[in-house]
């Protein structure tokens, strides 16, 4: 990741959404110091659509707004926007930015995205990345040129001139003094935040915390429903597809046709608790479990590849294969279906089916077809 000196930190989305609303605001806030130059990239047009009628603000006040998006080019921007389409596969796919500057204030956010999550409320608020911010106005002067330089090619003549006239009165003045003082302190405010939201979520006490989004089973294992796990990959919310790559892991769980009474055996609350601590028994602190059925089961885990689901799916029959030592009576028949997408909202259908099909043929782990076609961006 190109930077400018600063020292790369790891980064959850829900910290980049933060410190991005904070750029934009100073970027509104009126002062006379333009020209102002706002620069931001967004992996997928939905995120920009949440964030448009902002940059719809930003326009109005900035000498020259510049959006890009993966995919496709924003359209019905407002005069002094202007949109670029990002090619899927340049490193600037990949990156988050948002750049202000005028010639007495800078602030910049870039990002990296790492393709990883760590535990949190949704799937989409704990997505990882390396990223560096600041609010120092040469780092911001670095980000827009090192951007100018990678976008030129797709900005109109006359939409150079203005940010390159803008450049080079900011070049014309020195920084303000005191940057380091005030970037300090709004570090402060930022991190004690952060602690103080991912402490609220780990103890189940926030908003949207975990106590809502899956209920604990035996064991603490997180345990969806079909709707909480809409609230939990963001189908409800903001996301899109193309981006996070999620295995899938369909799992089924049935006893034999003409299984004997239960004469002996533990109650069948106890039964199925059993069955449910053995499906999700190979899960990661990341990963989510959601009950379709009496005996279906869907585990999310993201960031992983098709041959490591493979192996979860192992691991799930091994651990149902156990349960005969508590259950004599009974010899749970299992068969799974796997595939990895970055799909919004998950095919969940398509690994139902695959599951289905695998129960039909006998066959203990089912691997649907890759996905070969690019979805085209923000559409499931």
Known sequence: MPHSGRIPELLTKRSLVS?????????????????????????RMPY?????????RIAAVAAVTVVGVVGQRPG???????????????????????????PRFGAALVAHDRAEVQPAVTLESGRLFDGRWGFRR????????????????????????????ALARVCDLPATPGETRTEAA?????SRAEHAAQARWAGGNGPGDRGREAGPVEGGTPLLD?????????????????????????VRVDEPAGAPERFGRRSVAREA????????APLRPVDRAVRLSDQEYLLILPALTEEQAVTVAGQVHEAVAGLARSYPFVAFAVHAAVTVTTRRP???????????????????????APETAEVPAGQP
Do not use: K
């Open 138 to 165: 040469d780092e911001a002067l670095h980000e827009v040129v090192r951007l100018r330089g990678r976008l030129a090619d797709r900005l109109p003549e006359t939409v150079r001139a203005v940010l390159d006239d």
């Open 76 to 102: 019905g921007l407002p005069d002094g926007a202007y949109g670029v389409c990002l090619d899927e596969d340049e490193d600037l796919a990949r990156q988050w930015c948002v750049v202000a500057l005028t």
């Open 48 to 56: 920009f659509d949440r964030e448009r009628a902002v940059y719809e």
């Open 273 to 280: 608790q059993a069955v449910i601590g053995a499906v999700t």
């Open 186 to 190: 709004l570090r402060l405010m930022f």
């Open 19 to 43: 410190v991005s609303h904070a750029i934009e605001r100073a970027a509104l806030a009126t002062a006379e110091d333009g020209p102002l130059v706002v620069v931001a990239l967004f992996q």
């Open 346 to 368: 998950l095919p969940v259908g398509d690994v139902r089916h695959a599951v289905g099909w695998a129960v039909q043929e006998g066959v203990p782990v089912a691997r649907l």
């Open 226 to 250: 079909e709707p909480g796990m809409r609230r939990w990959t963001g189908v409800d919310g903001i996301t899109a597809s193309g981006t996070l790559p999620v295995a899938l892991v369909g």
